[in-house]
């Protein structure tokens, strides 16, 4: 399976044979989206790769569950603090196809990491966790045990004061990642995401043992986001 993350993947969702990730939606709104990537989008040209400090900007939680169409996305879903997930867990439908976010590094506070298990039942096609690069293996043993299998690896790198940042340095760490997960864990299913603009990318990921694929920031060079598109639709 192939996804296009946020936030392309909140415009980008009429074609076939990509599955896109909507949000990350928090459970009350957070204005000022247009605003925040005036002022946080930039390149780096010294780093290689987009930072962005847009900090989970979305119009909330029921503007998704109003929007959403089982098996045509998955909804991407930020918990701001232990008192959100009650109220989360009665908001969403059962069968919803959500991408817990637990890494976003450009907000004011850390995502919640504990208590996100209520979310897994077995409606649900894809109930995943987008893990930061830079992740301590623990965490992950912790999502294992709790029942977790599917793992987005990852989101964008700490980058402070500045944001995060995407591109081709998430890489490095991703290997580390993927290569954990599938050495200790072999029944979870990996999706590899950051860095990804062409098929020799994919290619990659498969050799560090990603079953799925994920890409976003490409989408910002309609030629190359073409050239992978044609590539996707070709081989697979």
């Not at 909140?10 to 939606?25: H, M």
């Amino acid at each position: 399976m192939f996804f296009i993350g946020p936030p392309f993947g909140n415009y980008i969702d009429f074609l076939p044979g990509v599955l896109p990730i909507k949000g990350s939606y928090t459970l009350e709104p957070r204005t000022g989206l247009l605003s925040q990537i005036c002022k946080t989008l930039r390149y780096d040209f010294e780093r290689k790769g987009w930072i962005n400090k847009i900090g989970l900007r979305n119009p909330g939680l029921d503007y998704a569950v109003q929007k959403y169409i089982k098996g045509e996305h998955v909804v991407s879903i930020a918990i701001l603090q232990p008192s959100d997930i009650d109220t989360i867990v009665k908001k969403i439908p059962g069968n919803m196809d959500i991408e817990i976010n637990v890494s976003c590094p450009n907000a004011e506070k850390p995502m919640e990491t504990h208590g996100l298990s209520r979310f897994l039942n077995s409606e649900r096609k894809w109930c995943i966790v987008k893990l930061s690069p830079t992740c301590d293996t623990r965490l992950i043993d912790q999502y294992y045990s709790e029942g977790f299998r599917q793992f987005h690896c990852s989101n964008t790198v700490p980058v402070p004061p500045k944001g995060g940042l995407s591109g081709k340095s998430i890489m490095q760490y991703n290997e580390q990642l993927i290569s954990y997960i599938r050495e200790k864990y072999p029944d979870t299913e990996v999706i590899g995401g950051g860095g990804i603009s062409r098929w020799s990318d994919v290619e990659l990921y498969k050799t560090w043992g990603a079953k799925h694929f994920a890409f976003s920031t490409v989408s910002f060079c309609p030629y190359l986001f073409g050239k992978l598109y044609w590539n996707i639709r070709e081989k697979t």
